[in-house]
């Protein structure tokens, strides 16, 4: 998502370089160049005008600073027009009332159950809520089945009346029944359309008079571009919903909706979403989207991601092995498979910043760790608690075992080797800077 406009922006930051400052003649071809990549990019041509209108005036204004080069100047006005664009600040979804009731809304194939299902999951695992799943979509086949299996996949209860054909009294008895089992969310499931029409804008706008939810999520699919955001107004007028939520991100899509939506619609993105696993759902923060568009990396949510899988007592154990040199292949399969739970490799390295480009066109992804892995398991446990075992006879029959030739085998073990001496020399350097903030050293 947004590589094209990432590069476009890119090449027009490049006609400052070399430039002593900035002045109305040296941006005017770049303020062109950027207004031409958001048209490209699906953003409406009036957002486009109105938004490097206002860049070329802060960065011909007297604010502009003189400490940084004038592209990187530029860079920072855009991340921050762009950052005011897509909302300015996060905003959190409304989780207030007992139960508290969450309505989607949104086309048949915007995603809108199986963001459900993923909505769930986030407010079960990461916010310790007891959600209950309520299928309203009594219109297409097998939606039903659907959010039951999602619910299943992720331990949470969904309800459903498959006699009966009234979302507006399904979606009652649900909420009843959630009352009087503490269940606290009640995410509602509802039926979309092929396209916008007045039949289905009517049911939708009756349910959530009739059950008063204290959130209404539109979901969108962002592949769809510039017809999203019109949907949006469309859907907005009738329901006055409270957020969006982008799907789909992960597709050969130009950006266009993320990027135009709030400024059309002045709702808040909440969230996006990405694949079709169930914990692939991220809060929408406009700064890092931002940040991530401009090649900035994105350092504060993988951060967080790393976070999500940290545990003190296993990090303090293996930094003691670490230390004794004792960093073994169980421990190299247990970093391993913490990496693939914080997502996608390629987007966790997009995440560093410079790296975004330079992963751009490679083949990775989390089955690129399958060779290394097969080699792994192909060992016997003695082998992998102790890799200097590893002889002529024994790195043939693993060979064998793991389907790779010796060649890539060996290659692996003196990746790992270096790896291992690499981190007892850090642990040294580290053990040191200690050692010389120490009173009298």
Known sequence: MFESLSDRLEGAFKSLKGQGKITELNIAATVKEIRRALVDADVNYKIAKEFTEKVKEKATGEKVLTAVSPGQ???KIVSDELTALMGGTQTDINLRGNPCVILMSGLQGSGKTTFSGKLANYLKTKKGKFPLLVACDVYR??????????????????????????????AKNAIAQARAKGQDVVIIDTAGRLAVDEEMMNEIAALKKNIEPQEVLF?????TGQDAVNTAKTFNERLHFDGVVLTKMDGDTRGGAALSIKYEVN?????????EKLDQLDVFYPDRMAQRILGMGDIVSLVEKAQEQFDEKEAA????????????????LTQLAQIKKMGNIKDLLGMIPGMGKAVKDLDLNNDSFKKVEAIILAMTPEERNNPELLN????ARISKGSGNSIQELNQFIKQFDDMR?????????SAA?????????
């Open 433 to 441: 800077g200690r050692m010389l903030k120490m009173p009298g050293k």
């Open 421 to 429: 001496k690499m981190m007892k020399q850090m642990n040294k350097m």
């Open 267 to 275: 709702k808040p993105i909440k969230f996006v979403s990405t694949g």
């Open 219 to 223: 979901v969108v699919d962002a592949m």
């Open 317 to 332: 154990a293996l930094q003691k092995k670490i230390r004794k040199n004792q960093f073994d292949f169980n421990d190299f």
């Open 392 to 395: 002529g006879s024994r790195r």
């Open 141 to 170: 086949p097998a939606a039903r089945e659907q959010l039951r299996v999602l619910g299943s996949q992720i331990g949470v209860e969904v309800y459903s009346e498959d006699e009966n054909n009234n979302p507006i009294q399904i």
């Open 73 to 75: 100047q530029m860079v």
